[in-house]
């Protein structure tokens, strides 16, 4: 006991001396002026979803680190420094999107928030009589809320030492650390909302400049008038912050659609189905946009796709929509919904003669039906049962055609995931998903059918559309409840 309490005073007297060294606090004062950090936001005042680059530039004095800098973490950096500013990295109040490319030669490792990063290697700076290094790097962000944003002080983090020893196997290693911090100057956003003054019939929230391109498997149309057209939205802004547009098409009809999504890149892959035989290109698609930059709306428009028929149209019987399909705001207009699936049911928006079909199909359905529910009731019996509720409770939801399912499913992933709120970027969902589903797949399609239902309490959901939903959820809790099981 006696020398226990010995070792335990000699530690604490050596922290006290520690603490108390000049030379330690003299390097701990030095270390505050070796590193300055600078963060340029731009104009202050910006739009709800509008693209800002955020400009980061650190620089470092390159004798105080060759004589004094220390490692901070197991794996080596180019310069041993971490720059702290959660914002960089997006989340509710920013949306972080994808980076430009860029072809900077050289490059140095460091750490932003968590993660190692890549900053580019400036030219040093003489001054004072001191060689400063420096590096920048860039974040691509937009405000997802009206009203005034602060965006927090950047802070540096870096260990210095006064006394190293030549290690075998780590290289030179600090005898003592001491921890310096440098912070920052804080920013802010003036964000507003869009103008209600000037918005073209095919807006549907994107903001920045946009670019559409259209393209077709084939250009071949048979009998039936069928085609697949890719439909490609490029641009600077958030392109996941809006529902998917309506779209109107004359002489065409669109069966469904599937966002494919893409980095730095949305794509719609377009069913479709040509009523007029006349029709030989399909007219370019129009997609409104809000230029933040020039402050006004404009209109990005397609190219036409060219069509080449193959057989006289087949005459088809009078369409008929789904009952629970919402009108569009545009006159004549198509439904679309995204699916979070990747196959659009070939049964749910198309002739009669399906429905007929289904019907005499129905018993063997229920059979099954009733055969998969066992089973899963028999796997489920390690599952928690809050979250066989909720996803009991989500699944009625769909079928009773309720109109607000965005609820229930996420309560049924707080369920599944053991949180209380679910992550508001769809990439952080997406990867946290990942981490209970076997399949990476899954968890972009369920993070796709959060942003569907999120559309869908302000413009509905088509059949189609619950019918896919239906089938993720499904094949995502039985996902759920085969990984529970394994552990």
């Known amino acids: 006991m006696n020398t226990a309490r010995g070792v335990c005073v000699a530690a604490l007297l050596a922290c006290i001396a520690h603490a108390q060294d000049p030379s330690v606090e003299a390097l701990a004062q030095r270390g505050k002026s070796a590193v300055t950090i600078a963060i340029d936001v731009g104009r202050e005042r910006r739009f709800v979803g509008e693209a800002a ?8 004095d390159r004798a105080f680190f060759a004589e ?24 509710e109040a920013v949306a972080l999107l994808p980076d430009a ?44 809320s009206v009203g005034r944003l602060e965006l927090s002080a950047p802070i540096v983090r870096f260990v210095a030492a006064t006394q190293f020893r030549d290690d075998f196997i780590n290289g030179r290693m600090p005898m003592d650390r001491v921890p310096c911090e440098v912070t920052g100057q804080a920013n802010a956003w003036s964000v507003e909302e869009l103008p209600a003054a000037g918005k073209p019939a095919s807006f549907c929230g994107a903001v920045g400049a946009v670019e559409l391109s259209a393209r ?60 007029d035989p006349k ?145 508001q970027a769809d990439d952080a969902l997406a990867r946290e998903l990942e981490r209970f589903l076997p399949s990476s797949d899954l968890a972009l399609r369920l993070a796709s059918l959060r942003r569907t239902l999120v559309a869908g309490r302000y413009a509905g959901m088509s059949a189609a559309a619950r019918v896919a939903a239906h089938r993720v959820v499904e094949e995502a809790e039985r996902a759920f409840v085969d990984a529970e099981a394994l552990r």
């Open 101 to 144: 490319r860029d072809e900077a030669k050289q490059r140095l490792r460091i750490v932003c928030n968590e993660r190692v990063i890549e900053a580019r290697a400036l030219d040093d700076v003489t001054e004072g009589g001191r060689a400063w290094g420096e590096l920048t790097f860039a974040r691509r962000l937009a405000p997802r």
């Open 279 to 423: 029709l030989s290109a399909l007219p370019p698609i129009e997609l409104g946009y809000f230029d933040a930059a020039a402050g006004s709306y404009a209109v990005a428009k397609s190219n036409r796709v060219e069509l080449q028929w193959t057989a006289p149209l087949r005459v088809r019987a009078a369409r008929r929509d789904l009952p629970d399909v919402a009108p569009s705001a545009a006159a004549g207009a198509s439904r679309i919904d995204v699916l979070p699936s990747r196959a659009l049911p070939k049964d749910a928006t198309r002739s009669s003669g399906a429905a007929v079909t289904l019907a005499l199909a129905m018993p063997w359905v229920v059979f099954c039906a009733v055969a998969i529910g066992r089973r899963m009731r028999s796997r489920n019996e390690g599952a928690p049962r809050d979250a066989r509720a909720s996803a009991a409770r989500l699944l009625a939801a769909i079928e009773s055609a309720d109109a607000d399912l965005l609820h229930p499913f996420e309560q049924w992933a707080c369920a599944r995931l053991r949180c209380a709120e679910l992550p």
């Open 216 to 275: 077709a498997s084939s250009t071949s149309v048979g009998a039936d008038g069928r085609i697949d057209v890719e439909v490609v939205v490029r641009g600077d802004g958030d392109l996941w912050s809006w529902p998917p547009p309506q779209l109107r098409m004359a002489g065409a009809h669109v069966l469904g659609v599937l966002d494919r999504g893409g980095k730095g890149e949305r794509v719609f892959a377009l069913e479709l189905e040509i009523d």
């Open 68 to 91: 004094h800098g220390a490692p901070m973490f197991a794996r080596q950096l180019d310069v041993p420094l971490q720059v702290v500013a959660p914002w960089l990295d997006g989340g």
């Open 53 to 60: 680059v955020v400009q980061v530039v650190v620089r470092f």
